[in-house]
């Protein structure tokens, strides 16, 4: 019987769901790999914690050293997170020949490309399904899966903490803090969980997903991220009213000048929307081939074992790799060839808006507003007023028509500074 043997760095949310995995499910994954899985070593950082019934004492350490320079160890697994150290744990391990699974989509959206390198000339694997969409097999269904079509968009919702938030202030009317409380309790956010709420860790993701199905190589600055922490209850209840729910979306589009539409934001989409049913911490990722045409995978993209199933799936391909000594058998991965993409300015974009305006209530600010708007070419699709008002502000909320981003922008920007207007305009995007 063959067998390979990891080194596994981190042993938290993660790594205790992958432990948990390769010994529950030990028999059909060696019978399925063709061989065994030796944990070998296992590195974490604090000494005082409990790492779960699935570790011996022997396994866990905790320096990384050890583990990186140990010429027993086949196959680094990555599951701290973070940009470093990982990024130089990662960097060592392929260096010295060895293959490496990764959770880690920070790390593979900032370096992916100079690690995809590197692992190309070392003849050894890199391995990421667990970057994106949690447990969901998206990476595999892009490199493998439909290799032989074109992708023409993939849109979808990526970050399982932002789903859980929305979803939980939707349907349970829970406020914003305690459903973020929930979700980091679950396991789903990220260590510092505003890269969930502000939309960085969707950002990596799309930087991914951009790279998988269209060669972009990652170019973080120019992409749009805009998080679920500037919805307020209000909007989702005007949202809910016009018949829209709103979700943390993830949207990549190759337009027909070539640039592409790469976009994270919080968005309204119509009830019979397919993603307007993907709750809670489950993700989903709509993809469109020339060929193919829709194609719609969903499941869990956050916690211990959906994500175990991702990175063990990913162990288990690099041994069989090793196996029939093919490690690095796919040379000219997306990310070693691909290229900086030329990305639509955001002032560019073209589509419905919803927006709130917070105002007193006087004669004439209807008006004002709907000239603001239709000076900048923004027509009002419908509008209501709620609010009765002496000293309160009122809520005008209406919906466009399509319109040039980079015009609704400035025409807000004048309504901001109009005497009656109380708070800043609120505008997101309705992706129909
Ligand atoms: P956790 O914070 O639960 O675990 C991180 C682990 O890394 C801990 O065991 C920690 O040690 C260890 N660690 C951190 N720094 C070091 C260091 N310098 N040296 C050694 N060990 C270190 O994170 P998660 O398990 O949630 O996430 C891990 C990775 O997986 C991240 O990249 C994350 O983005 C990704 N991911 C997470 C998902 C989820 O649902 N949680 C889903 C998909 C991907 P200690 O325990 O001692 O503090
Ligand atoms: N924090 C991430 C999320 C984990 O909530 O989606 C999965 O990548």
Partial sequence: VSKIRIGMIGCGVVGQGVLRLLH???????????????????????RGKSRGPHLRDAQLGFDPEALLTDPEIDVVVEV???????????????????????ANKALIADRGHALMELAERRGADLYFEAAVAGGIPVIRVLREALVSDRIVAVRGIVNGTSNYILSQMQEQGLAFEV??????????????????????????????????AFGARGELQSLTTEGIDTVDAADIEFARRYGYVIKPLAVARALPSGAL???????????????????????????????????????????????AVSVVSDIVDVGRNLFAQA???????????????????????????????????????????????????????????????????VSVVLLTHPAREGDLRAALAEIDKLSFVVEPARALRIEA
Wanted: hydrophobic residues 40%; contains cysteine; neutral net charge.
């Fill in 327 to 393: 490690s690095g058998r796919v040379a000219g991965s997306p990310f070693s060839t691909g290229r900086a993409p030329s990305i639509q300015p955001i002032a560019d974009y073209r589509g419905r808006y919803y927006l709130r305006f917070s105002v007193r209530d006087q004669r004439g600010v209807l008006g004002k507003l709907a000239t603001a708007l239709g000076e900048r070419d923004v027509s009002i699709e419908q509008m209501v007023q709620e609010g009765h008002g002496k000293d309160q502000p």
């Fill in 179 to 212: 459903a973020l409380k929930q979700a980091q309790q679950a396991g789903y956010a990220e260590a510092d969980p505003t890269l969930d709420v502000g939309g960085g860790d969707a950002a990596h993701k799309l930087t991914i997903l951009a790279t998988m």
């Fill in 24 to 46: 529950e499910n030990a028999k059909s994954i060696e019978a399925r790999l063709g061989g065994s899985i030796e944990v070998r070593r296992v590195v974490a950082r604090d």
């Fill in 80 to 102: 701290m997170g973070g940009l470093e150290p990982a990024g130089a744990f990662v960097q060592r391990a392929l260096t010295a020949g060895k293959s490496v699974v990764t």
């Fill in 261 to 307: 539409d790469l976009r994270v934001h919080p968005a309204l989409v119509t009830k019979d929307d397919p993603l307007a049913h993907i709750n809670g911490a489950l993700n989903a990722v709509h993809i469109e081939g020339a060929a193919l045409g829709p194609c719609l995978l969903s499941g869990l993209g956050a916690g211990a074992l959906p994500t």
